[in-house]
Structure formats: structure tokens, C-alpha cells
């Protein structure tokens, strides 16, 4: 019987570096520009989640601009529906997803088809056929159903219009698409349709799921764990685990042990450990729904900062501000900015600045408040565009 490997010590400072060559985040146009680089770019993340707070530029944008520094909303678009190389579904909250990866999605679609899904269990078989009537003569947003009649909600986020729910529940089980965007206004277009299909792809089977959990993992993070690849998915933790334990077997992945982390467990492939240092000039003003900042014990672990997300908290008690985004410079984050966007009078206001780690009380810190400064006009402008 083999011995298990022996972990191999990692030290934080390498493990920030292997996560933001993952990221994508060490060098300063990865993916190019167009198009072209919004599908590359959200291929090779997995997923690019969507938000509807827009104090600042909703963060699919955003966290598109931090790693295309051309990036226009237009290439989104372009890319949502003309190339329809992305399009959105749930991961672990919505998202745009990689169009190749759709047979990995379709095990769930069926699931909601078969059983029903529990935000919309209030949708009658009326309000389907309505929408799939109309779904059927041509694309539809919400706006374009004036007829029905307004229900109460029965949770915060979920619409009065019946006909939204019935649209919705269409997306969930994969009858209809989000063929296109306009800010927060989805048009739907039916499934085969907006992809030119005859019929669905044939879906992903159980393990080939659990391997492509692992695998878009392990290409976006670097270094992994459990609670990374399964991020709020624990029932694919047993089979994920099963998998990582035949790939230490193979040689694929080697265990190694993040300074810090006590008992939780890591894995990385081997050639993901190569020495790489990460440009010191680079600076990143990150979304706080940034892949690299969603996972916020993750995030302290690795950087040793705890992101406050504190849009929901009383303003009196709020440390960082309503809308604080982290600043990465070089592989260190060294402040979080509330910011606002004021498009009517086109600024970007500046809410509070608040310095973290060592960069609170480092010498050269007037040199580093130039950089982020310099950054911050062009996120300014970024903002202010189309």
C-alpha cells in the first residue's frame, strides 16, 4: 500500500502569486482586446458573475475591465449575442458562462423541468403557456407583456408580474435564453433557437461534471480546496473529493499545506507551483464580486484581508463604506475605496479611502498613492464611457 504524498509547505506570499497568474491578474492585457477577449476571458475564469448594484459599473463589467484594460460594454454584447460565445446561467449565483461549457448546465435545467424549481413554484401552467405563446412569435422582454394583472411577492426579490416568474422559470429549466442585455433588462429568446440548434447538446454526465468543477477550478484558482471548488455547491464536495484523491494517486495533483491554513486541506498541479513574481507597478481596483475577493476566507487566508461587504449594513456601523473595492497592487492589497459614480454630473466620487495592511503606515506610501491615483483616472473613465 503507497503512502499518501507528503504536503509540501506553501508560503502565503507564493500562493498569492499562483492564485493571481490564475487570475489572470499578473500581467496587464491577458486576454487581448474586443470581443474575442470578453469570451477568452470569462472561458478561462468559468464564470463572471452578474449584479444588479450599480453605485459603481455593475461588476460583470467590472470584472471584465480589470482584466481587459480596452474593455467596452459593447464587447459584452457583442459576445452575448451576436457571437453568443457567453451566456448566463446560474453557478453559484448568475452569471455569464462560457457557451462551450452549456452541456455541464443542462443536468440542471432538466432537474428544474422535471421537479420544479422552489423561487417559482407560484407559476401556473396559464402563465407558461402565455410566455411560451409569445416566446414563440419572436424575442420578449418583460416590458412587452402589458396585460397581466400584479400579485404580491412572496419574497424580496421576486416580481409581481406573473409573467416575469413564468419567463424566469423558462430560463431556469432551459426552454429560453438571455439573448440579450440592455442594463438590467433581459430579452429572452427560446433556447434552440438564439444557438441555432436542431435540439440541446446531450448533457454532461455526473462525473464529467465533477471533473469540470475541479478543472475550472484549478485553472482560475491555482492552488484549491474543497471549499473552493465546491464554493456554495457542498453536495459536490464527496464526489470532488473522490476525484482529487485518484488524481494525488496518478501524480495529476499534490497535496500542499498554505501557511496558516491549520487542518484545511490544498491541492495543486505541479507545474502550477513554478516560481512567477507578479509585476509591483500593476494596480487593480477590484470588484468586490471579483473571483478573487467572492471568496472572502479564502481571500483573508491568501492576502490576509477580510473584504466587508456593507451595502446592507446601517451607515453608522459601516467600516470600509457602502461600496468599498479593494485595490490590488503588485500581490498586495493595500486599500479598499468607496466609491460612487455620479453620471449626471460625470465624477467618480470619492467616499472614503482607507488603507490596510502594510501599506498603513509603510515609508513610501506617497509613491503608492500616485499609482492608485493614476489608476483611478482611468477607472474614472471607464465609468463614465457610452
Given at each position: 500500500?503507497s503512502?499518501?504524498?507528503?504536503s509540501?509547505?506553501l508560503?502565503?506570499?507564493?500562493a498569492?502569486?499562483?492564485?493571481?497568474?490564475?487570475?489572470r491578474?499578473d500581467t496587464r492585457a491577458?486576454?487581448?482586446?474586443?470581443?474575442q477577449?470578453?469570451?477568452?476571458?470569462?472561458s478561462?475564469?468559468?464564470y463572471?458573475?452578474?449584479?444588479?448594484i450599480n453605485?459603481?459599473?455593475?461588476?460583470?463589467?467590472h470584472?471584465?475591465?480589470?482584466?481587459?484594460?480596452?474593455?467596452?460594454?459593447a464587447?459584452?454584447?457583442?459576445?452575448?449575442?451576436?457571437?453568443?460565445?457567453?451566456?448566463?446561467?446560474?453557478?453559484?449565483?448568475?452569471?455569464?458562462v462560457?457557451?462551450?461549457?452549456?452541456r455541464?448546465f443542462?443536468?440542471?435545467?432538466?432537474?428544474h423541468?422535471?421537479?420544479?424549481?422552489?423561487w417559482y413554484?407560484?407559476?401556473?401552467?396559464g402563465?407558461?403557456?402565455?410566455?411560451m405563446?409569445?416566446?414563440?412569435?419572436g424575442?420578449?422582454?418583460?416590458?412587452?407583456?402589458?396585460?397581466?394583472?400584479?400579485?404580491?411577492?412572496?419574497?424580496?426579490?421576486?416580481?409581481?408580474k406573473?409573467?416575469?416568474?413564468?419567463l424566469?422559470?423558462?430560463?431556469?429549466t432551459?426552454?429560453a435564453?438571455?439573448?440579450?442585455?440592455?442594463?438590467?433588462?433581459?430579452t429572452?429568446d427560446?433556447?434552440?433557437?438564439?444557438?441555432?440548434w436542431?435540439?440541446l447538446p446531450?448533457?454532461?454526465?455526473a462525473?464529467?461534471i465533477?471533473?469540470y468543477?475541479l478543472?475550472?477550478?484549478?485553472r482560475?484558482?491555482?492552488v484549491?480546496?474543497?471549499?473552493?471548488?465546491?464554493h456554495?455547491?457542498?453536495?459536490?464536495?464527496?464526489?470532488?473529493?473522490s476525484?482529487?484523491?485518484?488524481?494525488?494517486?496518478?501524480?495529476?495533483?499534490m497535496?500542499?499545506a498554505?501557511?496558516?491554513a491549520g487542518?484545511q486541506e490544498?491541492?495543486?498541479?505541479?507545474?502550477?507551483?513554478?516560481?512567477?513574481?507578479?509585476?509591483p507597478?500593476?494596480?487593480?481596483i477590484l470588484?468586490?464580486f471579483?473571483?478573487?475577493?467572492?471568496q472572502?476566507?479564502r481571500?483573508?487566508?491568501?492576502?490576509?484581508?477580510?473584504?466587508l461587504?456593507?451595502?446592507?449594513?446601517?451607515?453608522?456601523?459601516?467600516?470600509?463604506?457602502?461600496?468599498?473595492?479593494?485595490?490590488?497592487?503588485?500581490?498586495?492589497?493595500?486599500a479598499?475605496?468607496?466609491?460612487?459614480?455620479?453620471r449626471?454630473a460625470?465624477?467618480?466620487?470619492?467616499q472614503?479611502?482607507?488603507?490596510?495592511?502594510?501599506?498603513?503606515?509603510?515609508?513610501?506610501?506617497k509613491e503608492?498613492?500616485?499609482?492608485?491615483e493614476?489608476e483611478?483616472?482611468?477607472f474614472?473613465?471607464?465609468?463614465?464611457a457610452e
Amino acid at each position: 500500500m503507497s503512502r499518501a504524498p507528503k504536503s509540501l509547505p506553501l508560503p502565503t506570499t507564493q500562493a498569492r502569486q499562483i492564485w493571481l497568474r490564475a487570475q489572470r491578474l499578473d500581467t496587464r492585457a491577458p486576454f487581448g482586446e474586443g470581443a474575442q477577449a470578453v469570451a477568452d476571458a470569462v472561458s478561462h475564469l468559468g464564470y463572471v458573475q452578474i449584479d444588479t448594484i450599480n453605485v459603481i459599473e455593475r461588476c460583470h463589467h467590472h470584472i471584465l475591465f480589470s482584466r481587459i484594460p480596452s474593455y467596452s460594454r459593447a464587447d459584452l454584447r457583442h459576445a452575448q449575442s451576436v457571437d453568443r460565445s457567453v451566456f448566463e446561467y446560474w453557478t453559484h449565483a448568475l452569471s455569464y458562462v462560457p457557451s462551450n461549457d452549456f452541456r455541464f448546465f443542462l443536468p440542471a435545467m432538466r432537474e428544474h423541468k422535471r421537479e420544479g424549481h422552489r423561487w417559482y413554484a407560484s407559476v401556473t401552467p396559464g402563465d407558461t403557456r402565455k410566455v411560451m405563446r409569445l416566446l414563440r412569435a419572436g424575442p420578449l422582454t418583460i416590458r412587452d407583456i402589458e396585460d397581466d394583472v400584479l400579485t404580491e411577492k412572496e419574497h424580496l426579490w421576486q416580481s409581481r408580474k406573473p409573467s416575469k416568474r413564468a419567463l424566469q422559470l423558462a430560463f431556469y429549466t432551459g426552454v429560453a435564453t438571455i439573448s440579450a442585455r440592455q442594463g438590467m433588462l433581459k430579452t429572452y429568446d427560446l433556447m434552440t433557437r438564439h444557438f441555432g440548434w436542431d435540439k440541446l447538446p446531450k448533457p454532461a454526465s455526473a462525473k464529467e461534471i465533477t471533473a469540470y468543477l475541479l478543472d475550472r477550478a484549478l485553472r482560475s484558482q491555482g492552488v484549491v480546496s474543497l471549499d473552493s471548488v465546491c464554493h456554495l455547491d457542498a453536495p459536490s464536495k464527496k464526489a470532488v473529493a473522490s476525484l482529487i484523491a485518484a488524481r494525488i494517486r496518478r501524480g495529476e495533483l499534490m497535496p500542499v499545506a498554505i501557511e496558516g491554513a491549520g487542518k484545511q486541506e490544498h491541492w495543486a498541479q505541479p507545474s502550477a507551483l513554478e516560481p512567477h513574481e507578479v509585476s509591483p507597478d500593476l494596480v487593480h481596483i477590484l470588484s468586490p464580486f471579483d473571483p478573487l475577493i467572492i471568496q472572502r476566507k479564502r481571500t483573508n487566508l491568501i492576502f490576509g484581508y477580510n473584504h466587508l461587504f456593507e451595502a446592507y449594513v446601517p451607515k453608522a456601523k459601516r467600516k470600509l463604506g457602502y461600496f468599498a473595492l479593494p485595490v490590488l497592487v503588485g500581490d498586495e492589497i493595500v486599500a479598499a475605496l468607496d466609491l460612487k459614480t455620479d453620471r449626471q454630473a460625470k465624477k467618480l466620487l470619492m467616499q472614503k479611502w482607507t488603507w490596510l495592511g502594510q501599506a498603513k503606515k509603510m515609508a513610501g506610501r506617497k509613491e503608492l498613492k500616485q499609482k492608485i491615483e493614476d489608476e483611478l483616472d482611468r477607472f474614472e473613465r471607464f465609468q463614465l464611457a457610452e
